[in-house]
């Protein structure tokens, strides 16, 4: 499987961006998807996943402002993002599991694009 991820930029805070990913190989709609995020001299962290069945899961610090979503026919995988804040100015990952049950740990992740900056200015 491989992951391409796009749609990232500058913004304002209060401002809106739509991440995409895109895949490649077989039994996409079987995977569990997730996006992550990296800040400098930080942790990769989770941000949002959704399983097999399409049951979504967030962060505290983004439910309520970003929608996770997935086109299994096109196979990809997106990333609405509303009400940016400056906190959230990160490189964003996609990642896919060999199975359909979402987890938060980005160990549990086989599959990562190789993600797109978000920059948010305040």
């Known amino acids: 499987v491989q992951l391409v991820d796009s749609g990232g930029g500058v913004v304002q805070a209060g401002g809106s961006l739509r991440l995409s990913c895109a895949a490649s190989?077989?039994?996409?709609?079987?995977?569990?998807l997730g996006w992550f995020r990296q800040a400098p001299g930080k942790e990769r962290e989770f941000v949002a996943a959704?399983?097999?069945?399409?049951?979504?899961y967030y962060s505290d610090s983004v439910k309520g402002r970003f929608t996770i979503s997935r086109d299994n026919a096109k196979r990809s995988l997106y990333l609405q993002m509303n009400n940016l804040k400056p906190e959230d100015t990160a490189v964003y990952y996609c990642a896919a599991r060999r199975t359909a049950v979402a987890y938060t740990i980005p160990q549990e992740y086989d599959y990562w694009g190789q993600g797109t900056q978000v920059t948010v200015s305040s």
């Open positions: 959704i399983n097999g069945v399409s049951t979504e």
């Open positions: 190989g077989d039994s996409f709609h079987t995977k569990a």
